[in-house]
């Protein structure tokens, strides 16, 4: 027998034997390793998702959904009633008062934050907190955080290339925003509108290069004085009829808030009839521009270095 042919037998045999030995010995149980739980995550890696309640704020509904990192931008000229002349002072709570006597349902700004109660016990609303009235200069946009650094220094600028001015009103309109679910009654601007209009062309730029929707194309400048849920819901096939109506009877949404149809028709004429003239000469100045993102407020001052 060939040695190469010897020499492979032999270890195959080996290894025979090799495995024999192996199976006469005895298994070992295999011990599964056990997993230790999870460390729980921490509260600030999810956040719950926003939720609207519509009943902490009188029924009003959003317009556009909550998004986390995004921030409310309203541009506007601020009114303060208190530092405004006696005379328009009382014909803006004057317009105010006449119209709760025709439309229970009506809310005043400052009167957000008053208790149902206490607005009920107050008849006049000299005695309710009177902040200011706003002359809108841009619709309700929407910024994100890196943005809003940008956004004020391109307002400041704009302001600083405009002088103060005088500019009075000149009648009363009701509007309505455009999802419909509120209306609300303004004082529409007369002398100074050409001013505003100049502030609003060169305000326009500032909110192109953030990609937000310009002001309306003919706008009306005006200061709303107070608002009220409509019935957003519901068939306009009357409406007509029912706004032209003395009187007005509220209904309640399933949120339990009372809403109306509109304004009725004969308030809007008869507050003109009443307060237009006065008001016409009544003037004011606007000195500023506002900018409210989210909850803060900033303040330049019409040709202010």
Same mark, same amino acid.
């Given at each position: 027998?060939?040695?190469? @042919? +010897?020499?492979?037998?032999?270890?195959?045999?080996?290894?025979?034997?090799?495995?024999?030995?192996?199976?006469?010995?005895?298994?070992?149980?295999?011990?599964?390793?056990?997993?230790? &739980?999870?460390?729980?995550?921490?509260?600030?890696?999810?956040?719950?998702?926003?939720?609207?309640?519509?009943?902490?704020? @009188?029924?009003?509904?959003?317009?556009?959904?909550?998004?986390? #990192?995004?921030?409310?931008?309203?541009?506007?000229?601020?009114?303060?009633?208190?530092?405004?002349?006696?005379?328009?002072?009382?014909?803006?709570?004057?317009?105010?008062?006449?119209?709760?006597?025709?439309?229970?349902?009506?809310?005043?700004?400052?009167?957000?934050?008053?208790?149902?109660?206490? +607005?009920?016990?107050?008849?006049?609303?000299?005695?309710?907190?009177?902040?200011?009235?706003?002359?809108?200069?841009?619709?309700?946009?929407?910024?994100?955080?890196?943005? +809003?650094?940008?956004?004020?220094?391109?307002?400041?600028?704009?302001?600083?290339?405009?002088?103060?001015?005088?500019?009075?009103?000149?009648?009363?309109?009701?509007?309505?925003?455009?999802?419909?679910?509120? #209306?609300?009654? #303004?004082?529409?601007?007369?002398?100074?509108?050409?001013?505003?209009?100049?502030?609003?062309?060169?305000?326009?730029?500032?909110?192109?290069?953030?990609?937000? @929707?310009?002001?309306?194309?003919? &706008?009306?400048?005006?200061?709303?004085?107070?608002?009220?849920?409509?019935?957003?819901?519901?068939?306009?096939?009357?409406?007509?009829?029912?706004?032209?109506? #003395?009187?007005?009877?509220?209904?309640?949404?399933?949120?339990?808030?009372?809403?109306?149809?509109?304004?009725? +028709?004969?308030?809007?004429?008869?507050?003109?009839?009443?307060?237009?003239?006065?008001?016409?000469?009544?003037?004011?100045?606007?000195?500023?521009?506002?900018?409210?993102?989210?909850?803060?407020?900033?303040?330049?001052?019409?040709?202010?270095?």
């Amino acid at each position: 027998m060939p040695r190469n @042919q +010897r020499k492979v037998e032999a270890l195959v045999i080996y290894s025979s034997s090799d495995g024999e030995d192996d199976n006469d010995e005895p298994q070992k149980a295999v011990v599964p390793i056990k997993k230790l &739980p999870l460390p729980s995550l921490s509260t600030t890696v999810f956040t719950p998702a926003h939720v609207d309640n519509p009943a902490l704020h @009188q029924g009003r509904i959003r317009s556009s959904p909550h998004v986390d #990192g995004q921030f409310a931008v309203h541009i506007y000229v601020s009114l303060v009633l208190k530092e405004l002349e006696a005379s328009l002072r009382d014909l803006v709570l004057e317009i105010i008062e006449e119209t709760r006597q025709r439309v229970p349902t009506f809310h005043t700004f400052w009167s957000c934050n008053v208790s149902e109660d206490e +607005r009920k016990d107050s008849s006049d609303v000299r005695h309710l907190p009177q902040p200011e009235l706003h002359v809108s200069l841009s619709r309700p946009i929407f910024v994100r955080a890196h943005q +809003r650094g940008d956004m004020k220094r391109c307002v400041r600028d704009v302001a600083r290339e405009h002088k103060p001015f005088l500019a009075s009103f000149v009648s009363v309109s009701d509007y309505s925003n455009d999802e419909r679910t509120r #209306g609300f009654l #303004g004082i529409d601007v007369g002398a100074g509108y050409h001013e505003l209009q100049s502030l609003l062309a060169d305000l326009h730029p500032v909110l192109e290069n953030t990609r937000q @929707q310009a002001y309306y194309d003919e &706008p009306r400048f005006h200061a709303s004085v107070g608002w009220v849920l409509l019935d957003s819901a519901k068939d306009y096939t009357n409406m007509s009829d029912s706004c032209s109506s #003395g009187s007005l009877e509220a209904t309640r949404s399933a949120t339990e808030f009372p809403t109306i149809p509109c304004f009725p +028709r004969d308030l809007v004429d008869n507050l003109n009839e009443r307060f237009a003239a006065k008001l016409a000469v009544c003037r004011f100045e606007v000195a500023d521009i506002c900018m409210k993102i989210g909850e803060k407020v900033s303040h330049w001052g019409l040709g202010s270095c």
